[in-house]
C-alpha cells in the first residue's frame, strides 16, 4: 500500500514527463501530417499532452515496420525461452513503473488512484507474466496417422496483430491482448483510445528496455476514424483484436470483410444481469456487492452489473440495502485521493450520455432511488454519484443498453423462469451473476444464462487462469488462459509421407 496522499500524488504529477508521440519501429516520433490532439485530464481540466494523432499514413509506417520485424524473425524465430525472458523482464518492468503507470491512468481517464495501483497495473502486469511463463510449456500435437504418413499440427504466430483498445483499463486492456499476442510471436500495432492514450506510449518504452525488439510493438495514438480505420481496413494487418463498444465492433467486421479478410476478435459491451434470488446466502453481502458492481470504476465496466433482478418478496428491503451500500461507501471524489473509491467519469462527452439515460429513466417511469445528478460544488464536474432506479421494466432503454456510467436499474421477477428470461432478453452476453443457497438452481442458472461469464455468490471472479469475452453482441473469441492463444496463432497440418 502506497502511504501518499492527494497532495504527493499532484506534486508527483506536475513533474511528470508524459510520452506524446507515436512509437514506430522502435522510436518516438511525430505523426506523419505533424497533427497532435489535446489530451485533456478529467481530474481537474488540465492539459496533459498535445499527443500525436496518426491516420491511415502512420498506420501504413506502423505496419510496415511490424510486418519487417515478423518476417525477418527477430522475435518470432527467437527460441520460447528467450522470448519468455524478454516478457518476464516487462512484466517486472510495469511493476517497477507501477506508481508512474497508475498515475499516468488516473491522470488521463479518471479513476482512482487506488483502483489504478491495486487493479489496473498488478491485472498488466500479471497478464503480460502468465502468458509468458506458458511459452516453453505448449506442445504441439502429432496426428494419429497410417503407417506411411507422419501428420505434424503446429501453431504458427498470425503475423501482424492491430490491437484496438478502449479508454476504461487501458494498460489492462492492452496488455490481456499483448501478453498471448508476442508470447505467440507476432508483431504488434496497439492503438489506445484517444481518450487514454498515455499508458501505452510509456509501455513501448519499457518493452524496448525489457529487450524486445524494435518494431515488434507499435504503438499508434489517435481518433477511431483515423488511426483506428487505417488498422481495420489495412491490407496488410492478419488479424485485429479489439476491445471496444459493440457498434465499433460490427463496424470492424465490415471493415475486414470488404478489404483482406483479416481475422476479427471482438470484446464489446455488456449489460450483465445481478440476479439476486430470495434465498440468497448473505443479503447484506449480496447487496454490498451489487453496489460495487455498478460503482467500481464509475461503472465505466463492460461487466458493470447494470441490470439488479431481484425477486419480489425481497426487492423492497434489498433495494434499500443495496442504496445503503453506496451512500456508505460510493460517494464520488478526488480521482488522486488514495481513499476515492469512485472517480470522474472520462469527459465530458460520457457526462452526457450518462445524464441522458438518467433522462431517459425518469421520462419511461422508473422509480429514482438514489442519485441522479452530477455532485454540486465539487471542484470536478464530472463526479456523478451512483443512481439506482427501481421499477424497471424489461424492455426500457436504461434496461436494454449500455450506459457505461454509475446507473443500476433494478427489476423485480416471482420466479426462477420469468428471472432467467429477463436476464437473457439482451443483445448482450458478456457475464451474469446468480445469488441462492440452492445448489441444484445455481446449477440450472448457471446452464441457462447466456453469458460468457457465470459468477455464483459472488460478482466478478476471474483471473487469467479462465477465459473471458462474450456471447451474442458482446462478442468473440476469449481473452486471457491458454484459450486466448487460439487468436493470435494459426493451426497448420504438415503431412510427411514416409
Ligand atoms: P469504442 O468502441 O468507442 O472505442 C474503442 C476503440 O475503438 C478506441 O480505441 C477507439 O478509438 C476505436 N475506434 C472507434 N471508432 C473506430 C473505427 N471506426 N474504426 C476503428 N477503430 C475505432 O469503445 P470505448 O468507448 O473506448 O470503450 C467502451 C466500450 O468498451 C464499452 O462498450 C465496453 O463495454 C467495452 N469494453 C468491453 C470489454 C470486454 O472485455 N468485453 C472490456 C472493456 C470495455
Ligand atoms: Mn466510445
Known amino acids: 500500500m502506497t502511504t501518499m496522499t492527494a497532495s504527493?500524488?499532484?506534486?508527483?504529477?506536475?513533474?511528470?514527463?508524459?510520452?506524446?508521440?507515436?512509437?514506430?519501429?522502435?522510436?518516438?516520433?511525430?505523426?506523419?501530417?505533424?497533427?497532435?490532439?489535446?489530451?485533456?485530464?478529467?481530474?481537474?481540466?488540465?492539459?496533459?499532452?498535445?499527443?500525436?494523432?496518426?491516420?491511415?499514413?502512420?498506420?501504413?509506417?506502423?505496419?510496415?515496420?511490424?510486418?519487417?520485424?515478423?518476417?525477418?524473425?527477430?522475435?518470432?524465430?527467437?527460441?520460447?525461452?528467450?522470448?519468455?525472458?524478454?516478457?518476464?523482464?516487462?512484466?517486472?518492468?510495469?511493476?517497477?513503473?507501477?506508481?508512474?503507470l497508475a498515475l499516468l491512468e488516473t491522470l488521463d481517464m479518471g479513476k482512482p488512484i487506488g483502483d489504478a495501483l491495486a487493479v489496473d497495473v498488478p491485472a498488466a502486469a500479471r497478464a503480460i507474466r502468465w502468458s509468458a511463463e506458458a511459452i516453453d510449456k505448449i506442445y504441439d500435437e502429432v496426428a494419429p496417422t497410417p503407417e506411411d504418413q507422419l501428420g505434424l499440427v503446429t501453431r504458427e504466430p498470425v503475423g501482424v496483430v492491430a490491437a484496438i483498445v478502449p479508454w476504461n483499463f487501458p494498460l489492462m486492456m492492452a496488455c490481456w491482448k499483448l501478453g498471448p499476442a508476442l508470447a505467440t510471436g507476432n508483431s504488434v500495432v496497439l492503438k489506445p483510445s484517444e481518450k487514454s492514450p498515455l499508458s501505452a506510449l510509456r509501455l513501448a518504452a519499457l518493452a524496448v528496455e525489457a529487450g524486445l525488439p524494435a518494431g515488434v510493438l507499435n504503438v499508434l495514438p489517435g481518433f477511431g476514424h483515423t488511426a483506428g480505420q487505417g488498422l481495420s481496413r489495412h491490407?496488410?494487418?492478419?488479424?485485429?483484436?479489439?476491445?471496444?463498444?459493440?457498434?465499433?465492433?460490427?463496424?470492424?467486421?465490415?471493415?475486414?470483410?470488404?478489404?483482406?479478410?483479416?481475422?476479427?476478435?471482438?470484446?464489446?459491451?455488456?449489460?450483465?444481469?445481478?440476479?439476486?434470488?430470495?434465498?440468497?446466502?448473505?443479503?447484506?453481502?449480496?447487496?454490498?456487492?451489487?453496489?460495487?458492481?455498478?460503482?467500481?470504476?464509475?461503472?465505466?465496466?463492460?461487466?458493470?452489473?447494470?441490470?439488479?433482478?431481484v425477486e419480489n418478496s425481497i426487492r423492497e428491503a434489498f433495494v434499500a440495502r443495496v442504496v445503503a451500500a453506496l451512500e456508505r461507501h460510493w460517494r464520488p471524489g478526488d480521482p488522486l485521493d488514495p481513499a476515492t473509491r469512485v472517480g470522474a467519469l472520462v469527459d465530458g462527452t460520457q457526462l452526457e450520455t450518462v445524464l441522458g439515460y438518467i433522462e431517459a429513466g425518469r421520462a419511461e417511469g422508473a422509480t429514482l432511488r438514489l442519485g441522479g445528478a452530477p455532485l454540486a460544488d465539487a471542484s470536478c464536474a464530472l463526479l456523478v454519484p451512483p443512481t439506482v432506479f427501481d421499477d424497471v421494466a424489461p424492455g426500457m432503454r436504461i434496461a436494454q443498453e449500455e450506459i457505461f456510467g454509475p446507473v443500476l436499474s433494478v427489476i423485480g421477477f416471482d420466479d426462477f423462469d420469468e428471472a432467467i428470461a429477463i436476464a437473457n432478453d439482451t443483445i448482450y452476453g458478456l457475464a451474469a451473476a446468480v445469488w441462492t443457497r440452492d445448489l441444484s438452481k445455481a446449477h440450472r442458472a448457471a446452464r441457462a444464462l447466456r453469458a460468457g461469464s457465470v459468477w455464483v455468490n459472488q460478482y466478478d471472479g476471474g483471473d487469467m487462469t479462465a477465459p473471458f469475452g462474450g456471447f451474442k453482441q458482446s462478442g468473440n473469441g476469449r481473452d486471457k488462459s491458454l484459450h486466448a492463444f487460439d487468436k493470435y496463432t494459426e493451426l497448420k497440418a504438415t503431412w510427411i509421407k514416409l
Open 8 to 100: 504527493d500524488w499532484r506534486a508527483r504529477a506536475e513533474g511528470l514527463a508524459i510520452a506524446d508521440q507515436a512509437f514506430i519501429d522502435g522510436a518516438y516520433v511525430s505523426s506523419r501530417s505533424g497533427a497532435t490532439f489535446e489530451k485533456i485530464s478529467p481530474v481537474d481540466g488540465r492539459l496533459l499532452a498535445r499527443v500525436a494523432s496518426c491516420d491511415g499514413e502512420d498506420a501504413d509506417l506502423a505496419v510496415a515496420a511490424a510486418r519487417r520485424a515478423f518476417d525477418d524473425g527477430r522475435w518470432a524465430r527467437q527460441a520460447p525461452a528467450a522470448r519468455q525472458a524478454v516478457l518476464l523482464r516487462l512484466a517486472a518492468l510495469i511493476e517497477a513503473h507501477a506508481e508512474e
Open 235 to 309: 491490407q496488410d494487418v492478419d488479424t485485429l483484436v479489439f476491445t471496444g463498444s459493440t457498434r465499433i465492433g460490427r463496424r470492424l467486421m465490415v471493415d475486414a470483410g470488404e478489404t483482406n479478410m483479416k481475422r476479427v476478435w471482438l470484446e464489446a459491451g455488456g449489460k450483465s444481469p445481478n440476479i439476486v434470488f430470495a434465498d440468497a446466502p448473505d443479503l447484506e453481502e449480496a447487496a454490498e456487492a451489487a453496489a460495487a458492481a455498478i460503482a467500481f470504476n464509475q461503472g465505466e465496466v463492460c461487466t458493470a452489473g447494470t441490470r439488479l433482478l
